[in-house]
């Protein structure tokens, strides 16, 4: 498996242009089984869960052309042939389960495989199951797979969300814009790749209110059409790059970057002493002073702190004056990256929810990996400042999530190169 070796200690001064969203692709690109229509999405990222899902449709029978090296997807979904989601490929990518709920408002059936994904805690798909059953689905669990029906189509309903989730919200969203009657959503996440969602869901027809909010209330339709949509910005992969210049030095425009995409995340890191503004090109991030000041993070859903950023934010909190803390609140076991960034020198301790970072004067390079995508970017990260070699390996995960990250940061004049296995 290929590695990504970093030399520490270059600024970063440029323009990064930040791709479309990871997550919104893959809540829209199941959007497609809602229709027979033609489903088209431009500004989608090339990425390797991007060709899990694509692969995910066409098993299906959904025909899914990557056109202009990836970056549109032109689907349509006119002939299904399979009502099954089998493991060999669920198993790779927990957003899978999200073929279901269009999967089973379309067809009244579907059979899909319960998902792997990252290794950050346990995962389950509760949330999603209830959702469904409350619009009239009946549910089994059989061999690891959930086997759904509808025979006589979903019927609207209420679904009140213990807590908040991003996946679960999608599911039942899709399901409702083709029940009977009403639906109404409550506790809905409010994330931008929600936003985006209903926003393609309503081009193709649907009749949605209150996307953003914690309410969202879906008049179910006969049927849905084809539509263009152009795919929200990535503010994980954002927010990612504006740590590049915080944690090596310089100055770098993350091109496409708005505000309001990562506006708690942008404020703690106005906080830590890093100059954050909004451009008519994107965001510039400047790092002026010499030292970064240690600060509180907790993870909430939007609009609070991402916890898709946790692990980058704490990279450059490994070398702030002071002690800062992170609570993790959305996963449990999501501080894997801890002991990594401990060896290349890092003072970090954890303990349940809580890691307390004890800033250190400098971080110096060492062969490190991790089995999670956002943590193994925040390798990457603290690479960039360390003094020295920084090996991360198994970058299958960073494929996952960041498109040509080694590009990326090489343009800004970041000393980092990709090693084929
Ligand atoms: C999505 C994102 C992921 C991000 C997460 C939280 C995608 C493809 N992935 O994941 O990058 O980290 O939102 O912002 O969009 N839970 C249950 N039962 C369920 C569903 C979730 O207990 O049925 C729990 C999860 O274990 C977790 C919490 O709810 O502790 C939030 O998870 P959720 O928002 O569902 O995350 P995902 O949609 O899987």
Do not use: W
Not at 27 to 53: E, K, Q, V, W, Y
Not at 123 to 137: F, K, N, S, T, W
Not at 355 to 377: F, I, Y
């Amino acid at each position: 498996m290929d590695s990504i070796l970093v030399r520490g200690g270059a600024p970063l001064h440029g323009d990064i242009p930040i791709a479309g969203a990871k997550n919104a692709c893959l809540a829209l690109m199941p959007a497609t089984l809602l229709t027979d229509g033609p489903l088209t999405l431009t500004n989608s990222p090339r990425l390797s869960d991007i060709r899990t899902m694509t692969t995910l449709l066409r098993s299906l029978g959904a025909e899914v052309q990557s056109l202009q090296d990836g970056k549109v997807l032109a689907m349509s979904s006119h002939d299904l042939t399979s009502d099954t989601a089998h493991y060999d490929i669920v198993r790779k990518m927990r957003a899978s389960i999200l073929v279901l709920g269009p999967l089973l408002a379309r067809t009244g059936r579907a059979i899909v495989s319960l998902p792997g994904g990252c290794a950050i805690g346990a995962r389950p798909v509760d949330l999603h199951l209830r959702a469904l059953e409350a619009l009239g689905a009946e549910l089994e669990l059989k061999d690891g797979y959930v086997h759904a029906a509808a025979p006589a189509g979903l019927k609207g309903g209420k679904v009140s969300f213990p807590f908040v989730s991003v996946g679960a919200t999608e599911n039942v969203l899709m399901a409702a814009t083709l029940a009977k009657g009403t639906s109404v959503i409550e506790n809905a996440a409010r994330e931008p790749e929600i936003v985006d969602l209903a926003r393609c869901l309503r081009a193709m027809g649907a009749e949605i209110e209150g996307e953003g909010t914690p309410t969202i209330t879906v008049e179910g339709v006969d049927a849905l059409n084809g539509a263009t949509h152009r795919v929200v910005t990535d503010r994980i992969e954002l927010g990612t790059y504006m740590l590049a210049p915080a944690i090596a030095g310089g100055d770098v425009t993350c091109l496409g970057g708005e505000m309001s995409l990562v506006q708690s995340f942008a404020e703690r890191l106005q906080a830590t002493g890093i100059s954050v503004e909004e451009t008519g090109r994107g965001l510039r991030v400047a790092r002026t002073g010499n030292r970064i000041g240690a600060i509180d993070v907790s993870t909430a859903p939007f609009p609070g702190f991402p916890t898709d950023l946790q692990a980058q934010m704490m990279a450059l909190l490994t070398l702030a004056d002071g002690v800062s803390h992170l609570e993790e609140t959305i996963f449990e076991n999501r501080f894997m990256h801890a002991p990594e960034l401990t060896r290349m020198g890092a003072n970090i301790e954890v303990h349940g929810g809580t890691a307390t970072v004890t800033g250190v004067a400098g971080l110096k390079g060492a062969p490190v990996m991790a089995t999670d995508l956002r943590a193994s970017v925040s390798l990457i990260l603290a690479g960039l400042a360390a003094e020295g070699e920084t090996t991360v390996a198994r970058v299958y995960h960073l494929d996952r999530g960041y498109e040509r990250v080694e590009e990326k940061l090489k343009a800004c004049g970041a000393d980092i190169e990709r090693i084929a296995a």
